[in-house]
């Protein structure tokens, strides 16, 4: 079996990626652009992707399986990652998660919950009316969500250990 385009280039990166502590979070090539992302516990500065990039690039440059120009993007997962295989899904689990599903009628929905249960065959996410199983090949697009509101502020709402004064009319 010969093997394919990304399976060439993730055997080559993997070794870059090992060395500079990191992992492939996902490889994805579309039309003149290869991306490369980038993982680690903790997350990951952009001097290391700079340098990762640095490493990559000519190694790519050396590829019968590159033939014509193209991009190379390298970069991390981001707080709103993007969930493409089941192994991103199990990572995601008790995230807050944005899923856009196909119905079996080809009407397309977005849903937005807590993803509790993923496995290689379907995910399961908690929505505001219960949970919801989805078959893996339902979904079109999903990520992880990140809650951008700020925090509360200190000092606003109630406080612990004390009662409302009561009023004697």
Request: aromatic share 4%; proline share 7%; charged share 30%.
């Amino acid at each position: 079996m010969v093997p394919d385009r990304l399976e060439t280039i993730q055997a080559l990166v993997e070794p870059v990626a090992t060395s500079l502590g990191l992992q492939i979070y996902d490889l994805v090539l579309a039309g003149g652009e290869v991306r490369l992302i980038l993982d680690r516990p903790g997350g990951v500065d952009i001097d290391t992707l700079e340098e990762a990039s640095r490493r990559v690039a000519p190694m790519l440059e050396e590829l019968d399986e590159l033939s014509g120009p193209y991009n190379l993007e390298v970069s991390s997962p981001g707080l709103e990652r993007p969930l493409r295989t089941p192994e991103h899904f199990a990572g995601a689990v008790d995230s807050l998660v944005s899923v856009k599903v196909r119905g079996d009628d080809g009407v397309k929905e977005r849903l937005r919950g807590v993803l509790v249960a993923a496995d290689a065959g379907s995910v399961t996410i908690r929505l505001d009316d219960g949970e919801r199983e989805i078959a893996f090949d339902a979904i079109d697009e999903a990520r992880t969500v990140f809650d951008w509101s700020p925090a509360p502020k200190p000092g606003k709402g109630s406080k612990p250990g004390r009662a409302k004064k009561e009023s004697v009319s």
